[in-house]
């Protein structure tokens, strides 16, 4: 139950984009279609679930024993730049239609503040929970995270590819009405904030 429980909070209440603000770039500029935020979001999930995995291994086994705690943040950013770079070639191998339509984003997972976010944030649960955020903890929140990511700017590109064929006032287009509703968004998922304690 603590396990679902955490899920939920990380997809839902505490959404990675929509609550904590963070991975707002690629929110933004790869939510133009559906399927190419499909793509981006899993490449995240990949990326996010493995570099919570990799990064609480680096910490609790290298970092603490060695009392060089204070590195954390660069050895994340190593962690999660070799994962993008794993994620980049399996996705140009794969699927070269879906690596030219991620363009520039793709190589920016690596500082995409929401992947390092989650990183830090698990570390710092287990340090407030004097090392009680374990491992699987971790796991599932980054997973969570990366669920929530990716229904976050797979809603939004839904949203945006209705918004293209509406009338919109001139000085509304583009940008500033999907701001508005990224915003809306924001709000609806700030009703899940009492969900869980």
Request: charged share 10%; hydrophobic share 55%; aromatic share 10%.
């Amino acid at each position: 139950m603590e396990f679902i429980m955490i899920f939920i909070s990380a997809v839902l209440v505490n959404n990675i984009v929509l609550a904590r603000f963070l991975g707002v770039c690629p929110f933004l500029g790869v939510s133009k279609k559906v399927e190419t935020s499909l793509g981006m979001g899993m490449a995240v999930t990949f990326v996010m679930t493995l570099a919570s995995l990799i990064s609480y291994v680096v910490y609790n086994l290298i970092l603490v024993p060695l009392k060089i705690e204070y590195l954390s943040t660069i050895a994340f950013i190593l962690v999660i730049a070799s994962l993008v770079q794993l994620v980049e070639m399996i996705i140009q191998k794969t699927s070269p239609s879906l690596y030219q339509a991620l363009g520039v984003y793709l190589p920016l997972i690596t500082t995409n503040c929401a992947v390092l976010g989650i990183a830090l944030i698990n570390m710092n649960k287990g340090i407030q929970t004097d090392g009680a955020f374990g491992l699987i903890h971790s796991v599932i929140n980054g997973f969570g995270t990366a669920v929530g990511f990716t229904l976050a700017i797979v809603l939004l590109a839904g949203i945006r590819e209705h918004i293209e064929f509406n009338p919109i006032p001139k000085n509304f287009k583009g940008y500033p009405i999907v701001l508005i509703t990224a915003g809306l968004m924001a709000i609806a998922f700030l009703g899940f904030a009492g969900m869980i304690k």
